[in-house]
C-alpha cells in the first residue's frame, strides 16, 4: 500500500497513514481505471454535488465524523441542513489563532504542508511526479517565480476546508480553469498529472509585504465548487477568502525569490517527504526583510 508520511509540529510524532482500498483500486487496477473515467465526468461530479447538499445527505454526518475522529469543540453546536452544510462549517473564532506580525508568513489553512524551490525549468517534483507551472497557472507569469517557492497546502476531508489571505493588500480577478476532478491524495500523481486536470483556480494577490503572491486553489474529485468570495478586491490579513465543498482539496502558493524564509522543520520534512501538519493562520515562515 502507498503510505503517507505527515509530521505534527508540537509532538514531532510522525504518522504514516496508508491509502484506503478504493482509492488503491481506482487507480492500480485496469476495472477501477475504468470506474475512475466515469466518477470524473463533470456532470458525474455535479449529481454528487445536489447529493451531497440535499437534506437527505444528513444521515451521514454522524458516521463521517465518527470515522475520522473530528474535533467538533472547535466547532458551534448547530443543526446542519446537508452534509456540505457541515462540511463547509465555519471554526469558532478563538480555535484558530492568525498570527498578524506582518513580517510573519502565516497558512491559509489546516493542511499537510510541502514546500519546494521552483527550479530553473519551471518544473518541481511532488511524490515522484513533475509539475509545469505553465501547466499549473496557463500563465507567462509563472516565469517570475522561478528561483522562489511554492507552498503545497493538501487538505484531506478531515480539514478545515475555509482558506484565508495570508497578508493585507489587494487581489486581481480570478482566473477559473476548467479540468477533469481527480483525487489529490498522493497516490494519484503516479498516475496523472493531477495539477493540469484538475480543475483549479488561480490569482495574484499583490501583498503589502511579501511581493506578488499566486494564490491557486485546486479542486478534486467530487468537489463541485471551489467557491471564492471576491473578484478584484482589497483583503486584510487572516480575512476569510474562500472555501471546498466536499473532497480532498489542496491550495498553492507561488512566491518569487528572496522573498520568504520558510521555517526549518517543513524544509527539512519536505526534503525528507514529509508533509507537516499546519493550521489555519499559524506560522510558517517570515518576510525576509532587504
Not at 462549517?89 to 498570527?99: H, S, T
Request: net charge positive.
Amino acid at each position: 500500500m502507498a503510505e503517507i508520511k505527515i509530521k505534527n509540529r508540537t509532538s514531532r510524532e510522525i504518522i504514516t497513514n496508508k491509502e484506503d482500498k478504493l482509492t488503491l483500486f481506482l487507480y492500480n487496477n485496469v476495472l477501477g481505471r475504468f470506474l475512475l473515467k466515469i466518477l470524473t465526468l463533470k456532470f458525474i461530479s455535479y449529481l454528487g454535488g445536489l447529493f451531497l447538499s440535499s437534506r437527505i445527505s444528513m444521515i451521514l454526518i454522524n458516521g463521517f465524523i465518527k470515522k475520522n475522529n473530528i474535533n467538533m469543540s472547535d466547532y458551534p453546536n448547530v443543526r446542519y441542513t446537508s452534509f456540505n452544510d457541515f462540511f463547509t462549517r465555519k471554526i469558532i473564532i478563538d480555535a484558530r489563532k492568525i498570527n498578524l506580525d506582518k513580517n510573519i508568513l502565516i497558512s491559509p489553512s489546516d493542511a499537510k504542508l510541502s514546500v519546494y524551490k521552483i527550479n530553473n525549468d519551471s518544473k518541481f517534483l511532488i511524490k515522484n511526479s513533475y509539475y509545469d507551472l505553465k501547466e499549473l497557472i496557463n500563465n507567462k507569469k509563472a516565469k517570475e517565480y522561478i528561483n522562489g517557492y511554492i507552498c503545497i497546502f493538501r487538505l484531506d476531508v478531515t480539514d478545515y476546508h475555509r482558506y484565508c489571505y495570508i497578508d493585507s493588500g489587494t487581489k486581481e480577478k480570478n482566473n477559473y480553469i476548467k479540468g477533469v476532478f481527480h483525487t489529490v491524495r498522493p497516490i494519484a500523481t503516479s498516475k496523472y498529472n493531477i495539477y493540469k486536470q484538475n480543475t483549479r483556480s488561480w490569482t495574484v494577490l499583490k501583498t503589502d509585504n511579501f511581493d506578488d503572491v499566486i494564490q491557486v486553489e485546486v479542486g478534486a474529485m467530487m468537489v463541485g465548487k471551489i467557491i471564492n468570495h471576491h473578484e478584484t478586491y482589497q483583503f486584510k490579513k487572516g480575512e476569510e477568502k474562500g472555501y471546498f465543498k466536499f473532497g480532498g482539496s489542496t491550495i498553492c502558493l507561488l512566491f518569487k525569490n528572496n522573498i520568504v524564509k520558510i521555517d526549518n522543520d517543513i524544509v527539512y520534512n519536505s526534503k525528507n517527504n514529509i508533509e507537516t501538519i499546519v493550521k489555519y493562520g499559524e506560522k510558517i515562515g517570515n518576510r525576509l526583510i532587504k
